[in-house]
Each structure stands twice: as C-alpha cells, then as structure tokens.
C-alpha cells in the first residue's frame, strides 16, 4: 500500500511523513506475525496439553489459548499457557506454560517443569482459600 491510497482524513491528522512510518511499520508487523501453516493445529497443541496435565499433575489444570512462536530458524512451536480452574470459579490464573513443537507435535516438559506448574498452583490454591 503507498501513502497516496490512505484516506485524506489520515494523511491530514498525521501528514505524510508520518503516515508513511504508520504504513512501514504495519507493513512490518503483519509481515511478522503471517504465518506459515504448521502440520500441528493450536487445537492439537492445547489437547496435547490438557492430557499431560490431567495424566501427571491435576485435573483442574487446563490449557489455555496457544500462541505461535518462532524459536529462531524454523523452529516453531505452540505456547500453551496452563490455566488453574475450580468447577465453581471457572479459571484462576496462570500456573506455567509449555511447549508443543507445531511441526512433530513433541511436547517439551521435564519433571522439574511440572513440579514447577504444581507449586504455583498449590500456592495460588492457598490464596484463593484464604
């Protein structure tokens, strides 16, 4: 898009220098943010998520949206943020995030990383209690 295809209204409030660094930097950040279509869907991602919670740490952890990254190169993966719940509260907040590889679908978790969700969650339990 060039700056003459801007609405006048724009290149008035703005002038036209400014609207060109408006349109580079739109231009830039939607180039940004275009993604290439990966084989593992965030729907994927965030069902792979809510298993490993519910197999190894609780069942009132849940996913929470994935957010595609880029990890340098071609490397992508789903970042699935792990949410505390409470079947009457709906969900609390934020106990950890983890990993899923958008191309394999490989979910990238250790043992010290569960234990990690586990604590923030007993603490945020705590809280909520109190």
């Known amino acids: ?6 609405p006048n209204t724009v290149k ?4 036209v220098e400014a609207a ?3 349109l580079n930097w739109l231009e830039n950040e939607l180039e940004a943010h275009q993604t290439k279509e990966v084989p593992v869907s965030a ?3 965030r069902q792979k998520v809510n ?3 519910l197999e190894n ?3 009132l952890l849940l ?3 994935p957010v595609l990254i880029n990890k340098g190169g071609e490397r992508q993966v789903w970042s699935v943020p792990v949410d505390l719940t409470y079947p009457s509260k709906g969900r609390v907040g934020k106990v950890g995030e983890i990993d899923v590889d958008a191309v394999y679908g490989d979910i990238h978790f250790d043992q010290q990383l569960l234990k990690q969700i586990t604590l ?3 603490r945020m339990t705590r809280k909520s209690i109190s």
Not at 1 to 6: P, T
């Open 1 to 6: 898009m060039q700056v003459s295809e801007l």
């Open 12 to 15: 008035q409030a703005l002038g």
């Open 20 to 22: 060109t660094d408006l």
């Open 43 to 45: 729907f994927i991602a």
């Open 51 to 53: 298993v490993l919670m």
């Open 57 to 59: 740490v609780s069942n």
């Open 63 to 65: 996913a929470g949206v």
């Open 120 to 122: 923030v969650a007993q």
